[in-house]
Structures are given as C-alpha cells and as structure tokens.
C-alpha cells in the first residue's frame, strides 16, 4: 500500500515539471518570435513610434530690474538720554509718566529749593559787599572804576603827595640851616612810608577787583544750582523710565528719567561685504514689521561704515525713518530691502518655462519638433519672470507646459491657447 502512495506521488511530481517546461518553452518561443518582428521595423516598435506631447510655448524677454539687497534688523532710537540730577535735594514733584511726550526744556522733576535760595542769597549779599569796597553801585554799574578813582587808593595818593611835598620844604629849609637835619630825615622816612602804604592800596583795590570776578561767578554758580532744581527734558521724545519717587532725596548725578526720540528712528542692520560698492547714502528703502502686516514703511540709507566686519564679512548701515505717526518702536525688528540701481535689457523667462529639481533649473528648448533640456543659471524674480544669468542666447523657443513629460529628445507638438490649457490641466 505504502509502496503504490509512493510511485502515485512521484507520477505527480513528474506531470508538473513536465507542464512547467513545456509552458516555459513555449513562453520563450513567442517572445522569440515577437522579437522578429519588432527588428523587421513593424510600424508599432522603436522611439520614433512614441507619442508626441503637446505642449504651450514661450519666447525669451528682454526686461529691466530694480537691483536690491535684502536687510534685516532693529529699530532704535535716533537718539536718547538718561536724565540725571546735576544738585543733590528732595525730590518735590515728578512731572511725567512712563510714556509721556515730552518737548526739549521742560521740567520733568523738581526738587526742593530752599537751602539753594539761602545760597544765593548768600552769595549775591558777598558781592554787593565787595562791589561797596570798590565803589561800585550794582543796579548802575557792572565794571569797577579805575584804581586811581576809588577811595583808598586816593587817600593813600593824598598822603604820599603831602609827604613829598613836606619833604622839599624841609630840604630848602636844611639848606638854609633853619631846620635841623633829624626833621629832614623824618620827612624822608615820611615819604617813603606813604609810598609804601599808596602801593599796598593799589594791590589792595587789584584783590578786590579779583574777589569781584569770584563773587559774580558764586552768585552765577548759585543761581545755575537754583535753575537745576528744575531738571529739564535735554531732547524731545518719550519718557521710556521714570527712575524717582516725590519725597526721596538724591545726590548730584542720581539718574531722574530716562528719554528716547521716537522721530526720526534708526533701522540698524548689516550687509554682505558684496554689496560694498552697491550701498551708499541716499538710496531709498522698504521695510515691513511684525506689529503692521501688510503695511510697508519707506525710508533712505543715512550711514554706511567704510569698514567691514572680519568675522561676519559684513558692514553696518544705518537707515533713518520717519516716525511722525508713531508706528513704530525702538526694538521692533524689521525686514526690507534696499533698492540699488535699475538694469536693463536683462535676458528673462516666464517662471511656467522652468523645471526645478534638486536644486538644478532647466528649461526644454523646442528644436525641430523636438525638446532639448538645457540648465540655466537664474537671478532675480520680477513679476513672473525670472532673469537668466547663463544657459540660454535669448532666441530660444521653450516649452511652457506639460514640464513633467519632456527630455532631451521627446516628440512635441505645439499647442493652441485652448489645447495647450487643457494639456497643462490634465499634467497637474
């Protein structure tokens, strides 16, 4: 029994391997044969049977660019300050809020008053003093008169004249031997000693002219003292801190408020050394913030550094933009472009005309009925068309549509304008 399961299995086993040869021969016979009629040149084999793309095409143009240079940076203040207290007193009034206007000379704090007041009366009542020594009557006169007119010096001028004068009669008096030769001796020592006390006026009136000059500087230091307490705005703008409470007392050069311009602003940023002999003062700007979409802000380079970072290769520009309706802050960042110069009769094509893979761009160059790929090198973008640096001469005929299905030898036809939309409809 088991021997008859045996012969029956390996029957089995036969019959297959033999169907399996006799439909693989005969598999290889009809691909042999089909073979032989395909290299007979059937009208049905080879590439030049494939079907031919219909396609849309475009011409080169010849178009002039605005040249710009891409920029991104922040919004500062043209200019700022931190207001500080040049005396030291109470603070009595704070004037401002954080984010006040404020105009260039208005009093932004005060402080106390009342000992600066004493000062200066201290210092005015010291020179009227020394004005009353020199004879001078400050409501009238501001200059001190000559030193042979002042008092002192004109008694001393007085007394050396009368000694002098007392001297030669006691010298025509000695010749005569009517007075004795000690009065004629206390008579010289007479003269001299007036001499010496006209001189000491003179230095005496020049100290008090020096001390005149010192006291109308203390009076002027005072009332400058008195006219600080009222600390002022150096520069128009906003009040951006306010760094003191009424009734803390503060020392001289204690930081009150802190101010910043809001117009002009600066846009501070920085460009590729490339674009060195591009950017100069003058040129206009576009810039957009976060805090406006969609809204574009105009301005002109102000500043360009002569001299390039080393280790970002860049330079720093600085653009200056009106802020009149206060739209924009200092520290808000900005992206824009600078507008170089216009080039023109520039090669460019329709975008529709480029293949991009990979990062390599191609156009497909109609010849003859047939495509040629051909990669190009492509520069700015303007207005769906893109300018082509390298690649194409300008009289080309390229392909515009159905991209996708062309290469280097593939049959086209070209479309009309209905055909060629539907033809590109039916690609994408």
Same mark, same amino acid.
């Given at each position: 029994?088991?021997?008859?399961?045996?012969?029956?299995t390996?029957?089995?086993?036969?019959?297959?391997?033999?169907?399996?040869?006799?439909?693989?021969s005969? *598999?290889?016979?009809?691909?042999?044969?089909?073979?032989?009629e395909s290299?007979?040149?059937?009208?049905?084999g080879?590439?030049? *049977?494939?079907?031919?793309?219909?396609?849309?095409t475009?011409?080169?143009?010849?178009?002039s660019? +605005?040249?710009?240079?891409?920029?991104?940076?922040s919004?500062?203040?043209?200019?700022?300050?931190?207001?500080s207290?040049?005396?030291?007193g109470?603070?009595?009034?704070?004037?401002?809020?954080l984010?006040?206007?404020?105009?260039?000379?208005?009093?932004?704090v005060?402080?106390?008053t009342?000992?600066?007041?004493?000062?200066?009366?201290r210092a005015?009542?010291?020179?009227?003093?020394?004005?009353?020594?020199?004879?001078?009557?400050?409501?009238k006169?501001?200059?001190?008169?000559?030193?042979d007119?002042i008092?002192?010096? =004109?008694?001393?001028m007085?007394?050396?004249?009368?000694?002098?004068?007392?001297?030669?009669?006691a010298e025509?008096?000695?010749?005569?031997?009517?007075?004795?030769?000690? $009065?004629? $001796?206390?008579?010289?020592?007479?003269?001299?000693v007036?001499?010496?006390?006209?001189?000491t006026?003179?230095?005496?009136?020049?100290?008090?002219?020096?001390?005149?000059?010192?006291?109308?500087?203390?009076?002027?230091?005072a009332?400058?003292?008195?006219? $600080?307490a009222?600390?002022?705005?150096?520069?128009?703008?906003?009040?951006?801190?306010?760094?003191?409470?009424?009734?803390e007392?503060?020392?001289?050069?204690?930081?009150v408020?802190?101010i910043?311009?809001?117009?002009p602003?600066?846009l501070?940023?920085?460009?590729?050394?490339?674009?060195?002999?591009?950017?100069?003062?003058?040129?206009?700007?576009?810039?957009?913030?976060?805090s406006?979409?969609?809204?574009?802000?105009s301005?002109?380079?102000?500043?360009?550094?002569?001299?390039?970072d080393?280790?970002?290769r860049?330079?720093p520009?600085?653009v200056?933009? $009106?802020? *009149?309706? =206060?739209?924009l802050?200092?520290?808000?960042?900005?992206?824009g472009?600078?507008?170089t110069?216009r080039?023109?009769?520039?090669?460019?094509v329709?975008?529709?005309?480029?293949?991009?893979l990979?990062?390599?761009?191609?156009?497909?160059?109609?010849?003859?009925?047939?495509?040629?790929?051909?990669?190009?090198?492509l520069?700015?973008?303007?207005?769906?068309l893109?300018?082509?640096?390298?690649?194409? +001469?300008?009289?080309e005929?390229?392909a515009?549509?159905?991209?996708?299905?062309?290469?280097?030898?593939?049959?086209?036809?070209?479309?009309?304008?209905?055909?060629g939309?539907?033809?590109?409809?039916?690609?994408?």
């Amino acid at each position: 029994m088991e021997l008859m399961k045996s012969e029956t299995t390996a029957g089995q086993r036969r019959n297959w391997l033999l169907t399996v040869v006799l439909t693989f021969s005969a *598999a290889l016979a009809a691909g042999c044969g089909g073979g032989g009629e395909s290299s007979g040149g059937g009208p049905g084999g080879g590439a030049a *049977a494939r079907a031919a793309v219909s396609i849309e095409t475009v011409a080169p143009q010849r178009i002039s660019i +605005q040249r710009e240079v891409e920029l991104a940076g922040s919004l500062v203040s043209s200019d700022q300050a931190k207001v500080s207290s040049e005396v030291a007193g109470v603070v009595r009034q704070v004037l401002v809020e954080l984010g006040q206007e404020v105009s260039a000379g208005q009093v932004v704090v005060r402080l106390d008053t009342k000992e600066l007041e004493l000062a200066l009366q201290r210092a005015e009542s010291q020179l009227r003093q020394t004005e009353a020594q020199l004879g001078i009557d400050g409501a009238k006169d501001k200059e001190p008169p000559p030193d042979d007119q002042i008092s002192s010096v =004109r008694l001393a001028m007085a007394n050396r004249d009368d000694a002098i004068a007392q001297l030669r009669r006691a010298e025509r008096l000695r010749q005569q031997n009517l007075l004795p030769q000690a $009065d004629l $001796d206390t008579a010289e020592t007479r003269v001299k000693v007036n001499e010496a006390n006209y001189r000491t006026a003179l230095e005496s009136v020049q100290s008090l002219k020096a001390t005149l000059e010192d006291r109308r500087k203390a009076v002027e230091l005072a009332q400058k003292k008195l006219d $600080d307490a009222g600390i002022r705005a150096p520069l128009s703008g906003q009040i951006s801190e306010r760094l003191v409470n009424q009734g803390e007392f503060i020392r001289e050069n204690t930081p009150v408020v802190s101010i910043v311009k809001l117009n002009p602003l600066k846009l501070q940023t920085s460009v590729q050394e490339k674009y060195a002999g591009a950017v100069r003062a003058g040129l206009p700007v576009d810039f957009t913030v976060e805090s406006a979409p969609g809204q574009k802000f105009s301005a002109k380079v102000a500043f360009v550094s002569p001299a390039v970072d080393t280790s970002t290769r860049t330079f720093p520009v600085e653009v200056l933009v $009106d802020n *009149a309706q =206060r739209l924009l802050k200092p520290g808000f960042f900005a992206k824009g472009v600078i507008y170089t110069h216009r080039d023109e009769d520039v090669l460019a094509v329709p975008e529709r005309a480029i293949s991009t893979l990979a990062g390599v761009s191609n156009v497909y160059i109609v010849e003859d009925g047939k495509i040629r790929q051909q990669a190009v090198s492509l520069g700015t973008r303007s207005g769906g068309l893109v300018e082509v640096l390298d690649g194409l +001469q300008g009289n080309e005929r390229l392909a515009a549509s159905n991209l996708s299905m062309l290469a280097t030898g593939v049959p086209v036809t070209v479309a009309s304008a209905g055909q060629g939309a539907a033809g590109q409809g039916g690609a994408q």
